[in-house]
């Protein structure tokens, strides 16, 4: 699979082609104008960045993994995994770079993690909801 570089920063992507080119960090520094510390930090941010993307990218498992399962939650719970999960999706937005639009389709992982957190709010919901009175058996 072809790397998307485009989400690196200019200097990110200078430095990782020039290291790909076995470069060593200071040899790369001179070029640029940079320490070879500097070099180093930005190739260790480019290869974060595309690590983070690869995986946001990865495709959802097989439909056979994906049967429904019994695993009752207490409000509590269900609640605290709703916070987790905000959470999450929060931090899958921020990884995925700030040139991720609102109507930007999500990552196979990000899109599961939206449709959970929103079946997770609808029980939410469905549990705080009034029940109706039951009329008893007479």
Known sequence: MEQDLTILTERQRQVYLLRAQKLTFAEIGTQLGVSA?????????????????????ETPPA???????????????????????????????RRAGTGMRLRDPLPP???????????????????????PARKDME
């Open 37 to 57: 510390a500097a070099a180093g930090s930005a190739y260790r941010a480019a290869c974060r960045r595309l690590r983070t993307q690869a995986i946001l990218l």
């Open 63 to 93: 439909e056979e993994k994906s049967q429904s399962v019994a695993f009752p939650l207490n409000r509590s719970e269900l609640e605290a995994v709703v916070s987790a999960l905000l959470l999450l999706q929060r931090d899958m937005r």
């Open 109 to 131: 992982k990000a899109a599961r993690v939206a449709d959970l957190l929103h079946r997770a709010q609808t029980a939410l919901a469905q549990a705080d909801a009034p029940r």
